[in-house]
């Protein structure tokens, strides 16, 4: 019995000694790369990274010593409370794709609450007004959230137009210009449903569009795609609004170079033009408002809100005719005859 009492201590002294070694090494690899150290370092999540390649990331930027551990910890977050009993620990975890900037200084409980928490880096995108799809698409490329010919695609997909009562083939004129916070991973329909969403939000404050059939709509939202790649000065949109509104009335062309330049760029894809010549006004496209009276088939841009005010709520007016006056500051004269229409395109000649 005395023997089998010492083998009994030995082997609980082993295993004593193991356990104390294993907390002891388990404390060494788990502890901070070093604690007073600031300095950060971008990580990105991506979308189906798995814990096992986050945490290999974590390892290869110098943020931890052992990516098993970090694994460990994330799949049994009990085993993280025990070594972190000070750290607030979730029941369950689960790692957020997104771009995030993480201390060295911070431990395995704080970079597993860090990533876990969906507090990342925003990606900010500006997006003009008068822009069309493919414009925005190529901005979206650029600044790393989308390909632009997959945006395209989405803006052109039926299940987008079905959801927001779009009665054209895509969703050109309803992705609101804005500057925008997008995230990494973010697919391209979510970007395109973002984007439709704040042009819902943002029209709400125009007064009687929320009257308007998804037809009427429609309609206001190429009008004003128009009117948003014509004027320059703010207080000079209603005014053309209203120019394109009673020529609408008459059945008259619009005229507009604007819809020139969408059917050279967007629909022939060339190179833009440093002015529309007389032989463009006559290329065969129902876009073109020098062969055709009434609206273009569908938008030309995404116009802004003054666009789509000036659209909305056209003032009445006489006029028919806008002619440049000051081209340096996009200044326009406006006119009622053809007569005064032609006085004043001589008067912008000579100046």
Known sequence: MKTKG?????????????????????????????????????????????????????????????????YYFVRYPKLMKFFYPKEPVQEQIVLKSGIYHLQYGLNYAQLVNALSSGQQEYIKVAIPEGKTISQIGEILE?????????????????????????????????????????TTGMTSEEVAVLMID??????????????????????IVILASIVEREYRVEEEAPLIASVF?????????????????????????RPHPDRVLLEDTKIDSPYNTYKWAGLTPGPISNPGLVALSAAANPPKTNYYFFQVSDSSQGKHVFTSTFDEHKASHNLSTKN
Do not use: M, W
Not at 145 to 173: M, R, W
Not at 200 to 216: A, Y
């Open 6 to 70: 010492k083998v009994f201590l030995i082997i609980l002294c082993i295993l004593l000694l193991a356990l104390t070694a294993g907390i002891v090494y388990g404390h060494s690899q788990i502890s901070p790369v070093n604690n007073n150290d600031e300095e950060t370092v971008r990580i990105e999540v991506q979308k189906g990274d798995s814990t096992y390649k986050i945490a290999q990331k974590l390892e290869e930027a110098g943020l931890i010593k052992n990516q098993k551990f970090f």
């Open 198 to 219: 704040t042009f819902f939000e943002k029209i709400s404050t125009i007064e009687g569009l929320s009257e308007k059939t998804p037809q009427e709509l429609y309609n």
């Open 245 to 269: 509104t009673n020529r609408l009335k008459e059945n008259i062309g619009l005229y507009s170079c604007a819809t020139i330049v969408y059917i050279i760029t967007e629909i022939e894809g």
């Open 142 to 182: 650029t600044a790393g959230i989308c390909q632009k010919d997959v945006f395209k695609q989405t803006c052109h997909s039926q299940k987008i137009l079905n959801k927001y009562n779009i009665p054209g083939e895509s969703a050109e004129g309803f992705l609101f210009p804005e500057t925008y916070f997008f």
